[in-house]
């Protein structure tokens, strides 16, 4: 066992139903069965099952955990090939602070980050696991050492694609890590040097003095980093000043060597002011490092002693200011050494058969697209003709002035019809409750906005209040309204349209107002219609104004054919798009040959599926030249109708009375009624869909806003970390200038005799 070294804690996996989640995954968003699939989804259970079970396990097979980590690393590497983004939480506990915390995982790419960790804290618990008694324990542990190092380097590349670091691992704790194992490392190599008599004293001063920089460099990243505890920063501390006095203390031996007696003394003392540096960071550090600490001012101070002694009586040397002496050529034997399981490329791939989810999302992309183009160019248009077309008899007084004369005293058929499609659309109430829940979802749009906003305003009121503390010459990132510029854009459009959709939610309202009424008589039923309605007296007709009677009921009769016809042509449409759809198109044809719809660099270009969607659309070429002639037949049927009715007009003004005038009235009012009906009906459908479709990109909106706020906070530590730094580092300065130096003393050379003893 390895006591006097640092040791990195495993992070503590939740263990969570992988499994079922894949599985309803390729089933909702895959259109394709589990079933095929459920030898890699059993693959999933048992390698986060294991994960899980080892990162809480007392005793741990290391080795067996390790193969674990990597082979589930490189099934998530295959996962994010296949699935999408934020499909699946992970919980992980970070043991890095002194206790455990949460951390939800919801991207691959973090997900694989904190399995790189977990891999790095691995090998270095193997690495202390080894015993440094016999060359090949010392060997082994270098080795592990510097794998652990390189897990943190892969870990560095990772985040260097990411955005957004994860929770406890940004860059500077990571860099941090790094360091300390390949500080720990270089170590190792130091103590075979030293172990060895055949190693000259100047190449073990140059290891130890690598030794002493890599800790010196991972405590300024650690000082970075918030994630990194008091207690491994002190331990580096004394490590480092540690390192460097052995280093002063092999560089005294050379100068013994070479009759150096005054760079003897100055190296000595240089030793000797490392080791007191070290003692000041003892707190929380274990025994076994300050033990070893202890011993090396033991030899410090005795050699010193006897080398003053025997210079100022024997040798009168002059002794040098540190200053003076050469610098201390650091030599590396470690480097990063990246276990090439993380990259294992010949091996078999999980989901290989499942197709990637983004050739799905451009596939469901064109399937859009076609759905847009049938809706603009044959349901849209037809549903539009429907709406005109009643409208256009309504302003005729069709049928009601037909049924004034023909039923005087009974409610007319047209109207009973509009009543039995009224009842069971839901009437009033759900018209109401319809406007209610828009008026929800218009709300709860509002407190999104204002959601958004205030992350900005909390953002911008730190970052003012770290400028004025820190003051505008030091507080040198760019402004927030400056780099948030691109999210008050987005924040003002949302804005924008909620005061549109509020403007279009009043037009609703009133024209819900001014039918409210006929709605109710509706409501009602066949009773309440019968007293609403006035009754009038019978008219006999004469042959000319009976056939223009039977001449309208003719038109009428086949402008509702019209209208069954649409309705059956745009279902028909409708299942032709969900029954020949361009998806599977794609899809089959991805799979038959992926390599000829990708980019050299591998990645799919959608552009390359554009003939199979043009090749789509020549199905519903036939349907437009329909839709044409739709329109052409209704133009015609509306100039029939409009001569006919004029010619009706002319011969009812004879027969026309004061009752069926007020029949007429009636009857028109509720043909009316209804038609605003439909269109109140169809904008609140509409209202519904804008509302929601807002709400979900203002959710996506906020995300980008916490992330934003997260990584302008931990930029802001940053900096502010780095000021401070800074301020002490000008402090000490400052100090240094100011103190009196003692005036140097004469000193005469002495001799020594030689003597070697481990630092």
């Not at 204002?450 to 953002?459: A, H, I, N, S």
Request: proline content about 3%; glycine content about 2%.
């Amino acid at each position: 066992m390895i006591n006097n070294f640092l040791c990195l804690p495993l992070f503590q996996v939740a263990d969570i139903s992988l499994k079922e989640t894949l599985a309803q995954l390729i089933k909702k968003d895959f259109f394709q069965s589990s079933s095929a699939f459920a030898s890699d989804l059993d693959t999933s259970r048992h390698l986060h099952t294991a994960l899980a079970q080892y990162s809480t396990a007392d005793l741990v097979d290391f080795p067996q955990y390790q193969t674990v980590i990597t082979n589930f690393y490189n099934f998530v590497e295959d996962v994010s090939r296949r699935f999408p983004e934020n499909s699946v939480s992970f919980e992980w506990f970070s043991t890095l602070r002194y206790l455990p915390v949460s951390r939800i995982v919801s991207t691959w790419k973090h997900e694989q980050a904190y399995l790189v960790y977990q891999l790095g804290a691995v090998l270095c618990q193997r690495a202390h696991g080894e015993s440094i008694l016999h060359d090949e324990g010392v060997k082994q542990a270098c080795l592990l050492f510097k794998q652990s190092a390189g897990c943190f380097e892969h870990l560095l590349s990772l985040l260097k694609e990411d955005s957004a670091s994860p929770q406890d691992l940004n860059k500077h704790t990571v860099a941090a890590l790094r360091l300390m194992m390949l500080a720990q490392s270089q170590e190792l190599v130091w103590l075979k040097a030293v172990s060895n008599p055949q190693i000259k004293d100047s190449l073990v001063a140059r290891l130890s003095k690598t030794v002493a920089d890599l800790y010196e460099q991972a405590i300024a990243l650690a000082l970075q980093s918030n994630t990194i505890i008091l207690d491994w920063i002190n331990l580096m501390r004394v490590k480092m000043n540690h390192f460097l006095a052995a280093s002063y203390y092999r560089m005294a031996l050379v100068a013994l060597d070479n009759f150096e007696y005054g760079q003897q003394v100055t190296y000595l003392k240089a030793a000797s002011k490392k080791c007191a540096d070290a003692l000041k960071s003892k707190r929380y550090v274990g025994p076994e490092v300050l033990e070893d600490l202890q011993g090396l001012i033991e030899s410090v101070e005795s050699f010193l002693r006897t080398a003053e002694k025997e210079n100022d009586l024997v040798f009168l040397k002059p002794v040098p200011a540190f200053q003076q002496l050469p610098a201390i050529e650091p030599v590396s034997r470690v480097e990063p050494d990246v276990p090439k399981e993380l990259a294992a490329s010949d091996r078999k791939r999980a989901f290989a058969s499942l197709v990637p989810f983004s050739i799905i999302q451009i596939a469901q992309a064109f399937k859009d697209r076609e759905e847009s183009y049938t809706r603009q160019t044959i349901s849209e248009p037809l549903m539009t003709l429907g709406r005109m077309l009643r409208q256009f008899l309504a302003e005729h007084d069709l049928p009601a002035i037909i049924d004034t004369i023909q039923k005087p005293d009974s409610v007319p058929d047209s109207i009973l019809s509009h009543l039995e499609e009224i009842i069971s659309n839901g009437g009033v109430r759900i018209i109401e409750n319809s406007m209610s829940e828009i008026s929800e979802l218009a709300v709860k749009c509002k407190h999104l906005i204002f959601e958004c906003e205030e992350r900005l305003r909390m953002e911008n009121y730190e970052d003012e209040l770290l400028r004025q503390r820190a003051g505008s010459s030091q507080w040198n990132r760019e402004p927030s309204l400056v780099v948030a510029a691109h999210l008050h854009t987005k924040i003002e459009k949302m804005t924008s349209y909620i005061r549109q959709g509020h403007e279009s939610d009043i037009v609703i309202g009133q024209s819900y107002e001014l039918i409210k009424a006929a709605l109710e008589t509706f409501c009602g039923g066949k009773v309440v219609l019968q007293k609403k309605i006035p009754n009038s007296a019978y008219i006999k007709l004469n042959s000319e104004m009976a056939a223009l009677v039977n001449e309208l009921k003719e038109l009428i009769a086949e402008a509702n054919r019209l209208e069954t016809t649409r309705q059956r042509f745009i279902s028909g449409v409708e299942g032709k798009s969900r029954n020949y759809s361009v998806l599977p198109l794609i899809l089959g044809e991805y799979k038959r040959n992926p390599e000829e719809f990708q980019l050299p660099s591998g990645t799919v270009d959608p552009v390359k599926f554009e003939p199979i969607y043009e090749k789509q659309l020549q199905h519903y070429i036939d349907d437009v030249v329909y839709v044409e002639s739709l329109k052409e037949k209704q133009r015609q049927l509306e100039r029939r109708i409009d001569e006919a009715t004029v010619r009706f007009a002319r011969s009812r003004e004879t027969l026309v009375n004061t009752a069926q005038e007020k029949r007429l009235r009636t009857l028109q009012y509720l043909e009316s009624a209804y038609v605003q009906n439909l269109e109140l009906i169809a904008n609140l459908n509409r209202a519904s869909v804008f509302y929601n479709d807002l709400f979900e990109k203002g959710k996506g909106v906020l995300r980008e806003l916490d992330d934003f706020l997260y990584s302008r906070r931990e930029e802001a530590r940053q900096l502010t970390l780095e000021l401070q730094n800074q301020h002490k580092f000008n402090q000490i300065e400052k100090s240094m200038a100011q103190t009196k130096l003692a005036a140097p003393q004469s000193v005469r050379a002495y001799s020594y005799n030689k003597f070697l003893e481990n630092s």
